[in-house]
């Protein structure tokens, strides 16, 4: 339903779908119509018709019945017609013109949002625009912000509501040749920066002569690049407080981390493009060496193994927005998306919340009076 805000139903329209004539089941909030797929169902069109007008979340997880693979979560998107409001929700009705559902459901005010679920909430382009008057998600992104004339002030409040393009396609951001740059796919970061980190590693062991003492140092790199990780999107991803009030500063913190935070899950501006992380990370080879001035090979080793931590926490970061995962990613996942529907201001941790909790960053759901209801 590319350009169209899906419609919001409420649980009574919802259940009264259930025959095979006309058959919705929910997942969360999303509400699916499977009437084309009861007949083709593996399992046979009973079990869907025993959950017409209902929720299948638990069954579709269901072990001793049968867990259903990502694959049958990507079959049930080409179904997805709405999602579930309350009763008091008019058809069709949106938070402000972004994402949001039920006129009567309480919202975190800093994002417009109430769950993770919201994320996936389509954006009426047309209406948004018209509402916010921020960017319009039709044309080139980078143009319109350097030419917009907007207010730090502004600019930060309306890049942290997210909005959701087109199923999670890549909105345009140059309009033109320079398109492809900015858009990366998760698989690039393993392919591009793994075989060097071999290299690298094979290196250092060559020149320490000592897989322990190679395996120690690797492990230091490994280890500090979860600080790293930390520093990076604590002070600079989020430097809001020390932006400049100008074009280039928006610019610039809009294409390191304010488009994430805007288009929470584009699936290809998620990773890190690598000539992007090429510039960043060339300062750190030379503090590695620095700091282990001592032996070359050690310093060298141990930015291997730093660099294979930020390709861990990459693809992490992907995963989180667009997989289904295990019981202990499923809580990271959960406690990473709060970051971005909820409160920007705390859950710097990506790979782990641990030096969030050393910093005092943790992220807790705000209390109901810090909510408002639309």
């Known amino acids: 339903m590319p350009g169209k805000t899906l419609p919001t139903l409420t649980p009574a329209e919802v259940e009264s779908h259930n025959s095979a004539k006309s058959c919705y089941v929910t997942l969360g909030r999303k509400v699916y119509d499977v009437t084309p797929f009861i007949d083709d169902h593996p399992g046979g069109s009973e079990l869907i018709l025993e959950y017409a007008g209902k929720d299948v979340?638990?069954?579709?997880r269901d072990v001793a019945s049968h867990e259903h693979s990502d694959s049958a979560y990507e079959i049930m998107d080409e179904y997805i017609v709405g999602i579930v409001g309350s009763e008091s929700t008019s058809n069709g009705k949106t938070n402000g013109g972004t994402n949001g559902d039920a006129a009567s459901r309480p919202l975190y005010e800093a994002t417009g949002m109430s769950s993770a679920e919201d994320l996936t909430v389509e954006t009426?382009?047309?209406q948004?625009?018209?509402t916010h008057k921020f960017l319009d998600l039709g044309q080139p992104l980078l143009s319109q912000l350097w030419f917009s004339g907007f207010s730090k002030e502004f600019y930060l409040q309306q890049v942290h509501r997210p909005r959701h393009y087109k199923g999670g396609e890549a909105a345009p951001l140059f309009g033109n040749f320079l398109e492809p740059l900015s858009k990366t796919a998760w698989y690039v970061i393993p392919i591009v920066w793994l075989p060097p980190v071999?290299?690298?590693t094979f290196v250092g062991y060559s020149g320490l002569g000592s897989a322990q003492a190679?395996?120690?140092?690797?492990?230091?790199?490994?280890f500090c690049w979860s600080i790293i990780e930390y520093c990076m999107h604590r002070f600079l991803f989020h430097m809001e407080k020390y932006l400049p009030d100008n074009r280039v500063g928006l610019t610039l913190h809009f294409l390191l981390h304010g488009i994430h935070h805007y288009l929470p899950m584009d699936k290809y501006r998620l990773v890190m493009p690598p000539a992007l992380f090429l510039i960043l990370a060339t300062p750190f080879w030379k503090v590695a060496h620095s700091i282990l001035y001592f032996n070359w090979y050690a310093g060298t080793t141990a930015y291997c193994g730093g660099v294979f931590g930020y390709i861990c926490y990459d693809l992490t970061h992907y995963f989180l927005h667009h997989k289904k995962l295990p019981p202990f990613y499923a809580t990271l996942k959960?406690?990473?998306?709060?970051?971005?529907f909820a409160d920007y201001n705390n859950g710097f941790g990506?790979?782990?919340?641990?030096w969030d909790w050393v910093f005092g960053t943790q992220l807790l759901l705000p209390d109901a009076k810090t909510l408002k209801t639309q």
């Open 214 to 222: 190679a395996f120690g140092y690797w492990t230091l790199g490994f």
């Open 57 to 60: 979340t638990k069954i579709l």
């Open 128 to 130: 948004d625009y018209k």
């Open 124 to 126: 009426d382009i047309t």
């Open 334 to 340: 959960k406690y990473h998306l709060e970051h971005h």
């Open 350 to 354: 990506v790979t782990s919340p641990f």
């Open 198 to 200: 071999a290299y690298g």
